[in-house]
């Protein structure tokens, strides 16, 4: 699986390291919802870590589309929220 | 997988299929998608010139600061030579206000010469993207077009139904839309990750800091007078002035323009 770290760019990860970094994930996403900052970023480090850790860096002009996406290393949990709305930071 | 890496991709691709969904016909879709990309570069590119236009600035307004701070000291000195000890007490007070403004704009420059390294590295991530998107367009095109004659050969020779025509273009439909999502996906990502030039002067002081700095600058000004009046007098300086005899060497040192990279 392919997963983009913002900023950074994209990495292969095997199949068997995602049981690992969902749960990572998933605390992440539970530090986000109840508006735990310190733990957010602990966390994203942490998870950020991981990946660059486990995975296998793409180079730069490849295209292959992320099936999985990080925000960048120092995106605050505001910013993350906003990106997960429906009106993202993305317009259009 | 339902945490914050699934939806953010989950939205990068929605995004990502919206703009498909509205263009007809995919080859102006890529083209389309070409000149987003190239509108998206051009906008990092500037970022990067602000940035830079910035950081020269501060390098000038440092370089002026450096030098006023230098011409007070010469007249603190001059002061001090003519006997006029409250000239020379003014003239090294506002040099030490002037110190104080160097170090802060030093802090400055150095977050943003840190945003222009990353914003530089974000510029040439998106260029090799945006080169490789350009090559892979002009394939997918030139497949298509291909594909559209073939379709038309084939059902005019066999005439057949246009159902297999239309089976040809809803593979080739299909390709065009995952380039058209991978390219997007790069490009809008990268660009979103290159805007962090939020803020790179946020360097409010408290009011004890503030005036903790007046108690050191005012210290500094009594070692100052001390010394430039050992200097006057010939003799060594003692054992106090040495030290402040030191720190002037680290301001010669200051003053001396650092940032010869133009």
């Known amino acids: 699986m392919i997963v983009r770290i913002m900023g950074e760019g994209q990495v292969r990860l095997a199949d068997s390291h995602f049981a690992e970094l969902n749960k990572l994930d998933d605390e992440l996403l539970a530090e986000m919802e109840s508006g735990d900052e310190d733990g957010f970023r602990r966390t994203l480090h942490a998870l950020l870590d991981k990946v660059r850790e486990l995975g296998t860096p793409l180079p730069d002009d490849s295209l292959e589309p992320s099936e999985l996406i990080l925000p960048t290393p120092d995106a605050t949990l505001e910013e993350v929220r906003h990106l997960l709305t429906d009106e993202g930071l993305i317009p259009g | ?262």
């Open chain 2, 1 to 262: 997988m339902s945490g914050v890496m699934k939806r953010m991709g989950m939205i990068f691709r929605a995004k990502a299929n919206q703009a498909l969904d509205r263009a007809e016909d995919p080859r102006e879709t890529l083209d389309y998608s070409y000149q987003k990309q190239l509108e998206l570069l051009q906008k990092v590119r500037r970022g990067v010139a602000d940035v830079a236009t910035s950081r020269k600035r501060l390098e000038l307004q440092l370089n002026q600061l450096q030098g006023q701070s230098a011409k007070l000291e010469d007249q603190g000195r001059k002061a001090l030579a003519l006997g006029r000890e409250d000239l020379a007490r003014e003239a090294l007070s506002r040099r030490a206000a002037l110190q104080q403004q160097v170090t802060d704009l030093e802090t400055q420059h150095q977050t943003l010469q840190g945003e222009e390294e990353k914003l530089t590295l974000a510029a040439q991530r998106l260029q090799a993207k945006v080169d490789a998107f350009r090559t892979k367009k002009e394939t997918i095109k030139a497949t298509y077009t291909a594909a559209q004659a073939q379709t038309r050969i084939g059902e005019a020779f066999s005439g057949i139904s246009e159902e297999m025509g239309d089976v040809g273009l809803a593979i080739q439909r299909a390709e065009d839309k995952t380039a058209q999502l991978q390219a997007r996906a790069g490009a809008i990502d990268e660009l979103l990750a290159s805007g962090a030039l939020d803020d790179p002067s946020g360097m409010a002081k408290d009011d004890i800091q503030a005036e903790l700095d007046r108690l050191s600058g005012g210290t500094d000004v009594e070692l100052e007078l001390q010394r430039m009046k050992a200097e006057l007098a010939g003799g060594p300086a003692p054992q106090a002035i040495e030290g402040g005899a030191g720190q002037n060497q680290n301001h010669q040192q200051q003053d001396t323009p650092r940032f010869d990279k133009q």
